[in-house]
């Protein structure tokens, strides 16, 4: 899945093959979500860990109680005024049913040991530097949560 095109939620195409070799913590976001505090630890994650090799990549989507109901210049402008965020954001997509994207497709089914839907916003798929999807966790986990900091430690401590 990192040859193909996402776009930015300033409408630029962004290869993802410019991730290729780093680790991801892809996260479905969304702006009046009672998870939405979490773009706080998301932020310290991308802070902390950017410079050893992580990318959190975030996108929004309005899939689950149209809690991401704004454009995408809205949810740029929330994300940066309320949360700061400097990590990549992404246009809004669909994460679930008929007109999922791709992306979410394929971190959905791509590991069977952690395939299924997306049960809300907030959930966090951890992709390998290999491309291979390596842990998956819930909405509740949050950021700074020991098991995905441990995760994402152990992701980037690995030359494969």
Same mark, same amino acid.
């Given at each position: 899945m990192l040859s193909s095109t996402q776009t930015s939620l300033s409408n630029e195409p962004v290869e993802m093959s410019r991730y290729k070799s780093k680790v991801l913590l892809i996260v479905n976001v969304a702006s009046n979500c009672g998870y939405t505090p979490q773009y706080d630890g998301l932020q310290a994650l991308h802070d902390k860990y950017e410079s050893q090799g992580l990318a959190v990549l975030g996108f929004p989507a309005n899939d689950f109680g149209a809690q991401e109901p704004g454009t995408?210049?809205? *949810?740029?402008?929330?994300?940066?005024?309320?949360? %700061?965020?400097?990590? +990549?954001?992404?246009a809004k997509i669909s994460v679930h049913g008929d007109d999922k994207a791709p992306l979410y497709a394929w971190l959905t089914h791509s590991n069977s040991a952690l395939a299924g839907d997306v049960k809300w916003n907030f959930e966090k798929f #951890?992709? %390998?530097?290999? %491309?291979?999807? *390596?842990?998956?966790?819930?909405?509740?986990?949050?950021?700074?949560? +020991?098991? #995905?900091?441990?995760? *994402?430690?152990?992701? #980037?401590?690995?030359?494969?």
């Open positions: 995408n210049e809205e *949810i740029a402008t929330f994300c940066k005024k309320n949360y %700061g965020v400097s990590f +990549p954001m992404f #951890l992709v %390998g530097r290999d %491309g291979n999807v *390596i842990a998956r966790f819930s909405s509740k986990v949050l950021p700074d949560a +020991p098991e #995905l900091v441990k995760a *994402i430690e152990a992701a #980037l401590a690995s030359k494969s």
